[in-house]
Nanobody, 129 residues
Framework: EVRLVESGGGLVQPGGNLRLSCAASGFSVSNYSMSWGRQRQGRSLEFTSWVAGINKQGNIIRYDSSVEGRFTISRDDAKNTLYLKMTNLKPEDTAMYYC???????????????????WGKGTLVTVSN
């Protein structure tokens, strides 16, 4: 059974940093493209915005322009965990952040399918004073 569990969200002041983790089980993160998305309005997955993705070979990484230079996606194959390091956070980064396995084209920064079985439940990031 594929399971993804996000953690690391919380309340942070503008300019602060957070690192999100996505612990995977039931599969190896090194065998699939992995991605992070965010959703500001609590709508269905189809309204989730692309944040970052990494292909299974680890040689293609794609960020949304709004986070380029501030966020870093990485993967620890030994821990079977995906990470999103977020720096210089802004109020507009406030959202529920989700990780997803497969179902995307990293080189284009898009998802090609929305299979809820391959998404985590999310972790909330709030950037505010």
């Amino acid at each position: 059974e594929v399971r993804l569990v996000e953690s690391g969200g919380g309340l942070v002041q503008p300019g602060g940093n957070l690192r999100l983790s996505c612990a995977a089980s039931g599969f190896s993160v090194s065998n699939y493209s992995m991605s992070w998305g965010r959703q500001r309005q609590g709508r269905s997955l189809e309204f989730t915005s692309w944040v970052a993705g990494i292909n299974k070979q680890g040689n293609i990484i794609r960020y949304d322009s709004s986070v380029e230079g501030r966020f870093t996606i990485s993967r620890d194959d030994a821990k079977n965990t995906l990470y999103l390091k977020m720096t210089n956070l802004k109020p507009e980064d406030t959202a529920m952040y989700y990780c997803a396995a497969d179902g995307c084209r990293v080189e284009y920064g898009i998802w090609t399918e929305y299979d809820m079985n391959n998404w985590g439940k999310g972790t909330l990031v709030t950037v505010s004073n």
